[in-house]
């Protein structure tokens, strides 16, 4: 049994390291999540790792009680269910770390995208954030053809793939560094502490708990 | 050859028919001994007639037209075809009503989450009881009828639909902002919620209160904490606990951020969960508005178990080690 009750999902990759330091500061023991990268389950403190965007879904499930996740991963999957029940998964905290930009950039100097928009009347963008990018658009009138890319998005601009893309940004660097700028930004996304919303209820106490102490923390 | 059927319905085979079976048996036996007497309503009913309960309710996914050109809907619950049916067959009987079903719902789903289309539901409707006793019957006949499916670890989270409402009220939120508020609270967005309190134009005692309040839930403690703009809802929620039996009241969680999707809730509002299932595994609440819409005015409260869910719980109760919740 963990020593908080829960079963917590730990997204690895670049949320990882800040996610195990706010786990240590809240005093809850992390053993070998941080040495071990080959074992997925740390049963005897509770957590469990994986990829950021499976986190809501283990959450969903039940699987884990609680986890840490992207805004970013939230906003691409977590949109309201068609039949009315909400949504699956409770979103408890902002965590503040793992600040990122979700930003639509294009290559340097005039805008192709622009351009792609006035004479051909429809922008393809490429993204790994097909739902989120295809709401902006929507949301913003103007048609687009989205094209969901699992690599470096960076890539897909400077081959003529696409004429602008869709996705986060941190420094900016990767950004310069393939000749992109930055023409809109359409939302700022930061670490979240998530719940099952069965557990939220259930384990209300060792919740509420946790809460309070990253309150203090 | 293999032919499939559409995502989200299934095929059901003996061995697991057997268990079902076995289950809605237990449940129908709880309902009937309670004196809640089966009804059946037709899955296709007309779209406009339907709509008339539209209070927010779940919205039908699935329309045809009919021979004539009538719009025809798939029923996505059994409370709303059960108000036009009391409307249009009781509208003489003396009240309290009291209807048990077994019956499919239809509703639409996300790709690949596992959504159903097609889900039975077992539930009770009781038209003509007001709040408490009526809410605390019902309440029990749940409690009675997991106890007879053999559910060991369950909960019922109780909560109030016109809680949050009255709070906003007292606290003088301006209206605009209100859907915005409870949508986030729907969907468990209490950073969107917090940030939403962030740009509200009153106290900052109000915007605490209206951030806190919802996330208070646990036993009937809860119920004591609580003042002045919550007093009215929160008392009703104590006269519910006053009436239930022993045994049922510790299988309750008070929960004050409790709301249900369909919007035709006007009072107590309620979900069952399982600690085996990730999920609720069934619902209901009051809602005492709906039957007037189809014309016999009268307050109702009613549940429904989602059988599949129910089943799954009692399968995975078997595989949990014994611990204590």
Redesign the interface.
Known sequence: ?SPTGLVIAVPRGALFEETLGWLERLGVPIGEARTNDRRLLFEDVGLITMRPSDVPTYV????ADIGITGKDVLMEQGD???????????????LGFGRCTMVVASVAGPDRAAEALRRLGVIRIATKYPRVAAAHFERTGRQVEIIEVKGSVELAPLTGLVEAIVDLTATGTTLRENNLVVRETLAVCTA?LI????????K??AI?ELLERSRAA | MILPIPSGTRDVLPDEMGELRTLTERLRAVFSAAGYGEVYTPALEYEAVITRGAL????P?YRVFDENGEVLVLR?DMTVPIARLVASRYQASDPPLRFAYFAHCY????PQ?G?PREFLQAGIELIGAAAPAGTAEAVTVLCRALDSAGLQRY?V?IGDASLYPALMDALSVPGELRPRLLRDL???????L?SALVELPIEPRSRELLLSVP?L??GPDVLHGPSGPVANAVAGLRAIHELLDADVAERV?F?LGLSR??GYYTGAVF?V???A????IGGGGRYDHLLGQFGRALPAVGFALEVEKLHQALAAEERLPE?A?
Do not use: C, T, W
Not at chain 1, 60 to 63: I, T
Not at chain 2, 107 to 110: A, F, K, P, Q
């Open positions: 049994m969903a499930a039940g699987a309201a269910a068609p039949n009315g029940s909400g949504r699956d998964v409770y979103e408890l905290r902002d979240r719940a099952n919303p069965v557990a939220h209820k259930l209300a106490a509420d | 927010g309710g779940a919205r996914a996505s509703r639409g789903v996300r989450r959504q909960r989270g729907g969907n468990g967005d209490f950073v969107g917090e996330q839930r646990g969680i929960d999707a369909p979900e969960y399982d600690p299932v990730g999920m609720p611990v919740l």
